[in-house]
């Protein structure tokens, strides 16, 4: 489909392993297009005794679920900043490249203080993957700049708000738990925190002249809305099919006038600001952290 870069995790329960098996299906040719970005999230339980045989034991295992000997990213985390390490796990991870287990090192959801604490140890990563939407403008609070700063690409996640951001919800009533899934319920939070349901309503209608106008979806531009924001590298977006693919494709070639960022403008001087830092609802917010599974690569 002319996608050649994959995003998921070593805690996203059977995936590197059906990767893996995909890949096996592929030409030589196409095999050394594919870029494989996967993670490292040690579990909340084991951070206080964290050390590096933790990090080669979870990497070697997606080496071989993937069937590579060397993953193009490795992207970390770290659930709980009052437990010390994380500088340390980057280390290792870093250690890992040198054995060229990994080519690139990457983190995912720190905040500007512990960026500053990596780039202070010498291990700025290459990338930092975080929540970046119109919905959810955090990034634009500090991270933007240090990454500019330190030369780090921003790889954004949540751009159509587990599909908030689209056609479907367009004139729709505002949906009332149970939610169908996490995804929802993770990103109907982020709504209320910009300023509700008839808010999102408004910045839908804006974005859906804008599509019409463009010949894209709501949820193109609102990916391209983010991609054309500053240090922003790249915005992962997920394909439930080859139906979405094309639509896909055409997010990089969508390019937003002043008057478009003109009318989203006026909606979103409307909305409030996300509190704190980048991931920081997500892990001191009960709400917001009640979501989470931080336990998954036991599993």
């Not at 140890?121 to 930092?128: D, E, F, Y």
């Not at 954004?156 to 009533?173: D, H, K, M, W």
């Not at 709504?191 to 808010?199: N, P, S």
């Not at 990089?252 to 409030?272: E, F, M």
């Amino acid at each position: 489909g002319g996608i050649t870069t994959l995003d998921f995790g070593d805690i996203y329960l059977g995936v590197e392993e059906l990767i893996g098996e995909a890949m096996l299906r592929l030409s030589p040719d196409e095999y050394a297009q594919v870029q494989l970005h996967t993670k490292y999230v040690p579990d909340i339980g084991i951070l206080t005794t964290h050390g590096p045989e933790n990090v080669r034991a979870i990497i070697d295992r997606s080496r071989v679920r993937l069937g590579v000997d060397t993953l193009g990213m490795v992207q970390f985390h770290w659930w709980d900043y009052d437990v010390p390490g994380y500088v340390d796990a980057l280390r290792h991870i870093h250690d890992l490249r040198e054995e060229q287990k990994l080519r690139l090192v990457g983190v995912t959801n720190f905040d500007v203080l512990r960026m500053q604490e990596f780039a202070d140890a010498g291990l700025a990563p290459a990338a930092i993957q975080l929540q970046y939407s119109l919905l959810d403008r955090r990034p634009e609070k500090g991270m933007t700049q240090f990454c500019r700063e330190h030369g780090i690409g921003m790889l954004c996640y949540g751009t159509v708000a587990g599909g908030f951001l689209s056609e479907r919800y367009l004139g729709q009533p505002e949906p009332q738990p149970p939610y169908a899934n996490r995804s929802l319920v993770k990103y109907k939070l982020i709504i209320d925190e910009f300023g509700g349901w008839e808010l999102l309503q408004q910045l839908l209608r804006t974005l859906h002249a804008i599509a019409e106008k463009h010949g894209a979806s709501v949820a193109s531009i609102a990916s391209a809305y983010v991609l054309s924001r500053p240090q922003v590298a790249s915005v992962i977006v997920g394909a439930r099919d080859s139906s979405h693919l094309e639509e896909h494709r055409q997010i990089a070639s969508i390019v937003l006038d002043d008057r478009d960022h003109k009318q989203i403008a006026a909606v979103l001087d409307r909305a409030y600001d996300l509190p704190g830092d980048v991931y920081d609802l997500e892990r001191n917010d009960p709400q917001h952290s009640g979501i989470m599974h931080k336990a998954n690569n036991a599993k």
